[in-house]
């Protein structure tokens, strides 16, 4: 069942950037953790990101980290994901996922959120 509604996906060139966008009313609000997934042809579900929507607080996978920024938007139910300097090894199928949850942790195991979206395709090419 998908809750969430990503867009935003698209092709670009190595060194691109692009804009993910995740809308969740009712599942994104003032106390909870979203994460960014995904997944390429043949590999396992990888986690990417997450903002606490409580704490303002945010990971990244090492992959990622000064490339990509998670960021939660003005209208509180939508976080987004920028993503500059990509790289033909980010292409995959980018999902959202989100909990409701007090607390400073945010699981970078996908098990552990109850709202997905349906994926947004993301391909950069060399």
């Known amino acids: 069942q998908v809750q969430l509604v990503e867009s935003g996906g698209g092709s670009v060139q190595a060194g691109g950037s692009l804009r993910l966008s995740c809308v969740g009313s009712g599942y994104i609000d003032s106390s909870a953790c979203v994460s960014w997934f995904r997944q390429a042809p043949g590999k396992e579900r990888e986690w990417v990101a997450a903002i606490s929507t409580g704490y303002k607080s945010t990971e990244y996978i090492d992959s990622v980290k000064g490339r990509f920024t998670i960021s939660q938007d003005h209208g509180k139910d939508t976080v987004s994901l920028q993503m500059n300097g990509l790289k033909p090894e980010d292409t995959a199928i980018y999902s959202c996922?989100?909990?409701?949850?007090?607390?400073?942790?945010?699981?970078?195991?996908?098990?552990?959120?109850?709202?997905w979206g349906q994926g947004t395709q993301v391909t950069v090419s060399s």
């Open positions: 996922a989100a909990r409701d949850t007090t607390s400073t942790y945010c699981s970078n195991n996908w098990k552990w959120y109850g709202a």
